[in-house]
């Protein structure tokens, strides 16, 4: 009997490490306040991009999905083991398929909150693998708590044409979402990368104290201007090429800007944002 108890006990305790492993090999819940929370997508993890969420007094807020069920369902019970309120609303802050995979993952009764161009492009899919927002807005829907007020803001276009961010003034917490690539060359494909500047300044105007980006760490207002100066160099740089009369081809070949080339994803990303960047100076981007 002692040693069926043993194995039992082990066992439980192999299947309890597997799990937990199999979190912290994905992602790491960060509690940053009272009630508000981020996961962090570990650097080579299944989760892929970050989420959060937002325990208020009645319910729960969520902001993002991870890139599939299997990851939105690990972030369900990490959630679990905060609080058993109702997850009531899940915000996606635009249409990539990393921050809208898990949707599926979350219960018909669970509101899908987004931008009204996400909502747009989602709805087009032919053969959608994800929940299609129930809930949209133009530029502002704002969640009216007890113990904080929540904003959903659409500042102009960016890393794509739909992004919102996920504003807590109370608490001086921002999740910008794709706005803002944290030790990341960003992925521009859908970009508009003259406004997606200009939407930064918008968001480094609300002097957040944590800003909890769509890829990396958290970090700080700084850190947004980082991005932002990231994004205006690039733009410059590919612009003397324009200027020069180069053709795609030749900056493709040619470029360089080796302040930057140790971000992540610079060297794997670079054909793909050069590729939009020249396109949207030539006036031939939508």
Request: aromatic content about 10%.
């Amino acid at each position: 009997m002692i040693f069926r108890n043993k194995v039992l006990f082990v066992s439980v305790l192999a299947i309890s490490f597997y799990f937990h492993g199999a979190q912290a090999a994905d992602f790491e819940v960060q509690k940053l306040s009272d009630g508000v929370y981020a996961a962090i997508a570990t650097p080579g993890g299944k989760a892929v991009s970050n989420s959060g969420f937002i325990v208020n007094d009645s319910e729960v807020v969520v902001i993002d999905s991870h890139i599939s069920p299997e990851m939105a369902r690990l972030l369900l019970d990490e959630i679990r083991k905060v609080t058993n309120k109702p997850i009531r609303y899940l915000a996606v802050t635009h249409k990539h398929r990393d921050h809208i995979g898990g949707t599926t993952a979350f219960g018909m009764g669970v509101e899908i909150i987004s931008h009204e161009n996400t909502r747009a492009v989602m709805a087009a899919d032919t053969a959608p693998t994800f929940r299609i927002p129930t809930v949209t807005f133009n530029r502002k829907l704002v969640f009216h708590r007890p113990e904080r007020t929540i904003e959903l803001l659409y500042l102009g276009r960016g890393h794509t044409d739909g992004d919102i961010a996920v504003w807590l003034p109370k608490e001086k917490i921002l999740f910008a979402g794709d706005l803002y690539f944290n030790g990341a060359a960003g992925v521009m494909r859908d970009g508009f990368l003259r406004d997606w500047v200009a939407t930064l300044e918008e968001l480094r105007s609300l002097s957040a104290t944590t800003v909890v980006p769509g890829h990396g760490p958290t970090s700080g207002n700084e850190g947004l201007l980082n991005f932002q100066n990231f994004l205006a160099d690039f733009i410059r740089a590919v612009k003397v090429e324009v200027d020069a009369g180069k053709t795609l081809e030749q900056v493709l070949k040619d470029f360089s800007l080796s302040k930057y080339k140790d971000l992540a994803g610079w060297e794997s990303r670079l054909a793909m944002n050069l590729t939009r960047c020249y396109n949207e100076l030539k006036g031939e981007t939508k």
